[in-house]
């Protein structure tokens, strides 16, 4: 199983920046790929964006160009830096590990709030 613990949410101006951290821990050898998810009130969760174990990632169209995901493997931990924040990035972010070795193949966080409101 793996566990992860989130960090580094909070309250931002528009156009400000945050840093959430996912610090992972279990078996993490069968991780496949990690991802930030997030889920605004009313509204379903979605991907933010995604590192894959060979280091390639994604992210949605609405990030792109302000976000950046990236890892730090010797600490077994995950980053999500996010710049020039809008009201509408307002949501709780959730770390994920795919790991599809695993039953189930899917492991969150507890989730961390993010609110960008002047």
């Known amino acids: 199983q793996v566990q992860l613990v989130e960090s580094g949410g909070g309250l931002v101006q528009p156009g400000g920046s945050l840093k959430l951290s996912c610090a992972a821990s279990?078996?993490?050898?069968?991780?496949?790929?990690m991802g930030w998810y997030r889920q605004a009130p009313g509204k379903e969760r979605e991907l933010v964006a995604l590192i894959t174990s060979g280091g390639s990632t994604k992210y949605a169209d609405s990030v792109k160009g302000r976000f950046t995901i990236s890892r730090d493997i010797a600490k077994n931990t995950m980053y999500l830096q996010m710049n020039s924040l809008k009201s509408e990035d307002t949501a709780v972010y959730y770390c994920?590990?795919?790991?599809?070795?695993?039953?189930?193949?899917?492991?969150w966080g507890q989730g961390t709030q993010v609110t960008v409101s002047s």
């Open positions: 994920n590990a795919f790991a599809p070795a695993f039953t189930p193949k899917d492991f």
């Open positions: 279990g078996s993490i050898f069968g991780i496949n790929s």
